[in-house]
């Protein structure tokens, strides 16, 4: 099957031209050879061959009659209609961040649209179990004598013939009614349904993966998102495929976790606890659980997108209870991403910690006594991360510890080091200024302070 993760996105040059690698996407990802069939599927079918490439040609919009028939050839299960339907669905929902096109289609404009990719994801689900726990296949019997038994594998080398002819009246047999044969394997060719083995286990991961890849899209347009928050099947079967991790396809796993992302920050998680229609039954524990599975990878591409997962799903308050039981194993996962050698890790764990820190007290004084937090906050400034925004936000984390008096104890320790940043002249003088005058000038703190030194020499 070959289905497009991304297109050319009509600019004119030539075909050695390769475009921007997505979030979660290695350079060179991004550029493949079913571009032309997916442009044949949906462009115009007299358009010649040379427009089909480079600069593609796409409807400007979609009829009602082919939203309809996308969704059927979706929910039909024959190999050539859903695969005509995928292409079709990832070249027009795919869509470059400096793209004019306006040719995107919400799903709220085609009904049964979320429904029928999820069906398609099900599909594959229903039957991804280890082979060790499915039953072994049985003897079939039951009309081993006739050409098709119905059940196709014991017969698959024999003839099938189109016409019935007498065995014993070979003279009836002329040049027109001449007998057309045919291996019986014709019923498992593309345009019959999906086989039973593993083939056909792997032609339905692989639409999986393209309808997964196809919500990615869907995520990204602002118009599909209260559709998408409000699908709890939908949502449902996201997290369900993050808690598969361990035994679910990469790929599959990369597209959900990202249109998670995307939907963040409108994401509710009292859905899963709400009258909508539940298929999966996830609740708000599973659904945090998975995410911190997935913090948890070793895969930096997850654990960065499940950081930034948390961060954005902080900001909602009615999210809050779900997530500040977990906030101990958050704090620690997230610090420790501080202190891997790669720029868009501590990224990520700053960005979240920005958030969680200014929920409220109790937050702020967990990060603070959280081992090795400010010491990783301060080098991530001094070092300094490439992102200006990322070091702001890092000093901007160490000034809101300060404001909580019972945190005081914590950051003395650092007073050289916030007196080495002030005086190095950088961008953040003024905030370690503020944090320094927190920290020595007020007479409490004088007095903490000298209790500190008093209790050393004791």
């Known amino acids: 099957m070959s289905h497009v993760r991304s297109t050319p996105t009509g600019k004119s040059g030539g075909s050695g031209g390769s475009t921007p690698a997505k979030r979660g996407r290695p350079f060179g990802s991004t550029t493949g050879s ?38 059927l050839a979706l929910q039909s299960g024959l190999k050539s209609e859903i695969l005509w339907a995928l292409n079709a669905l990832t070249v027009l929902s795919f869509k470059e961040k400096d793209d004019l096109r306006r040719d995107t289609t919400p799903l709220a404009k085609v009904p049964g649209l ?56 070979q003279t009836k047999t002329d040049d027109s009614t001449v007998t057309k044969k045919r291996s019986a394997g014709f019923w498992f060719d593309e345009e019959g349904l999906f086989n039973v083995d593993d083939e056909g286990r792997t032609e339905k991961q692989q639409c999986a993966v ?7 899209n869907f995520s990204f347009m602002p118009e599909n998102e209260t559709v998408m928050v409000q699908h709890r099947h939908c949502l449902e079967t996201v997290f369900q495929c993050l808690e598969d991790q361990n035994t679910e396809d990469d790929e599959l796993i990369t597209n959900m976790l990202e249109t998670l992302v995307n939907l963040a920050p409108v994401l509710d998680l009292r ?26 990878s070793s895969i930096r591409v997850w654990h960065c997108a499940a950081a930034e997962l948390i961060g954005r799903l902080i900001i909602n ?20 991403l501080l202190s891997v050698p790669a720029f868009d890790a501590q990224g990520a764990a700053i960005s979240a910690l920005y958030n969680v820190a200014e929920v409220n007290m109790d937050c702020r004084l967990k990060l603070a006594s959280e081992r090795w937090a400010v010491d990783r906050l301060l080098k991530v400034v001094k070092a300094p991360h490439p992102v200006p925004e990322v070091c702001r936000k890092a000093s ?53 302070a000298g209790q500190a030194i008093w209790g050393n020499i004791n």
């Open 34 to 71: 079913g571009a032309a069939a997916a442009a044949a599927a949906v462009g115009d079918a007299a358009a010649p061959a040379a427009l089909v490439g480079p600069s593609l040609q796409v409807l400007t919009a979609l009829s009602d009659q082919n939203n309809k028939r996308i969704v």
């Open 396 to 448: 901007m984390i160490v000034e809101s510890l300060v404001s909580e008096p019972q945190n005081r104890m914590h950051l003395l320790v650092h007073e050289n080091t916030f007196a080495e940043i002030l005086t190095s002249e950088g961008k953040y003088s003024d905030t370690f200024a503020r944090i320094l005058y927190e920290l020595t000038a007020r007479p409490s703190n004088k007095v903490m």
């Open 271 to 296: 859905i899963f606890s709400s009258s909508k229609p539940s298929f999966i039954k996830i609740t708000e524990k599973r659904a945090v659980q998975a995410i911190m599975g997935m913090l948890a």
């Open 114 to 169: 979320l429904d029928a990719l999820l069906q398609v994801i099900d599909d594959w689900r229903d039957i991804a179990m280890p082979k060790d726990h499915t039953k072994p296949p049985r003897v079939r019997t039951l009309g081993v004598n006739t050409t098709l038994s119905g059940f196709g594998h014991e017969n698959v080398e024999k003839v099938y013939s189109d016409t019935t002819i007498p065995p014993d009246d």
């Open 210 to 216: 393209a309808a997964s890849n196809i919500i990615r």
């Open 317 to 336: 308050p009615d999210n809050e209870p779900f997530l500040l039981p977990v906030i101990p194993q958050i704090y620690k996962r997230l610090v420790d």
